[in-house]
């Protein structure tokens, strides 16, 4: 039987001083294989499970050759007894969530994270409050 990861409402400590989805990507290089928390919007659809930076107008745009969801990295759960609570997660699809996860880098060789490498990184969740 698989564990769902927890969703609580109210925040912890350590979801306290979250980091924005920008500023997680800026620092991706030292902070690659670490438990972060990060706020953002959740994206909770079909072949879109990610975290939007917030807010919208410091979103990035897609560089050249660069992913394509560049204020954005994608959510997983990795390969443990952890899933998502999908229904719970597609009533806070759209608002404001911290999550708190290890931060992954990209696949070397596709260059990107999640669906197509669009994504420039990677968050495998452990738990997910909204704010």
């Keep these: 039987m698989r564990q769902q990861p927890v969703i609580r409402p109210r925040l912890t400590n350590s979801m306290k001083s979250a980091l924005s989805v920008n500023a997680a990507l800026d620092e991706l290089a030292t902070l690659r294989g670490q438990d972060i928390a990060v706020e953002g919007i959740l994206r ?25 969801e560049a204020s954005s990295v994608w959510l997983c759960v990795g390969s443990g007894a952890l899933q998502f609570n999908e229904d719970q997660l597609r009533r806070w699809h759209g608002k404001r969530v911290t999550v708190l996860g290890t931060l992954l880098g990209p696949d070397e060789k596709l260059g990107g994270c999640g669906h197509f490498s669009a994504y420039p990184a990677e968050l495998s969740a452990r738990s997910i409050e909204r704010i």
């Design 44 to 68: 909770f659809e079909f072949e879109g499970t990610a975290l939007d930076h917030f807010p919208k107008a410091e979103r990035r745009g897609a560089k050249d050759e660069g992913p394509l």
